[in-house]
């Protein structure tokens, strides 16, 4: 019986230690906004093709992660949504207990940027009657996977050239990828550089779906 318990803890600390890997984690939170081939993944998570592979084959083999080939390349995906919850539930627990993450989490959100304090489905509301402008700043492909309901596809690094396309008279909301992600701060502070009324909404899609809420894919 003994040998049995211990084989049931082995086979769970098998996700344990898929998990133990930052770079791993970033990979499945780049994974949480869609399908992305394996360079695509190494250039996101600024490491070479190899590396990327070796740890893509570790989540795979702790079954977080599938394959499958599309012409000379190889697509991974999340192996389903209950992988997303896993991240979303790991980062909050570390957000609660680590006081060097909220130290860290605080130089990104800062100066009443955060809607934390809104209700979310108040932003939806609102998206829908047209009083705020929800702005997609991740790239368009992952847009296209799965966003919040009533946002506008506008990626960061087409935001300077467009910026006539964002009327200055709403409210904007930017998101991302979730709290670790730059790219919505970096847009909140271009817009506010221009006079723009713009917030950070630290969700992504996968705290967005965790909490219940809508996504449209």
Request: glycine share 6%; net charge positive; proline share 4%.
């Amino acid at each position: 019986m003994t040998q049995l318990k211990s084989h049931l803890y082995e086979q769970v600390a098998r996700i344990g230690r898929a998990l133990a890997s930052p770079k791993r984690l970033e990979l499945i939170e780049l994974l949480c906004q869609g399908e992305k081939t394996v360079e695509t993944l190494a250039a996101q998570a600024e490491i070479s093709v190899k590396l990327a592979s070796a740890h893509l084959k570790e989540l795979r083999l702790a079954r977080l992660v599938e394959a499958r080939k599309d012409g000379k390349y190889v697509r991974y995906r999340l192996a389903d949504t209950g992988v997303a919850d896993l991240w979303v539930a790991l980062r909050s627990q570390a957000e609660e207990r680590l006081v060097e993450l909220q130290v860290a989490l605080a130089n990104i959100v800062a100066h009443g940027d955060d809607l934390q304090g809104m209700d979310r489905r108040s932003i939806l509301k609102k998206a829908a009657s047209g009083e705020v402008l929800v702005l997609d700043v991740r790239p368009a492909e992952e847009y296209a996977s799965a966003h919040l309901p009533h946002a506008r596809s506008l990626p960061l690094d087409e935001l300077k050239k467009r910026l006539k396309e964002v009327p200055k008279e709403l409210p904007v909301v930017a998101y991302c990828r979730g709290p670790f992600c730059l790219m919505a701060k970096d847009a909140v502070e271009l817009l506010r550089k221009r006079g723009y009324r713009a917030m950070h909404l630290t969700d992504g899609v996968a705290e967005w779906r965790a909490r219940g809420l809508p996504i449209e894919e």
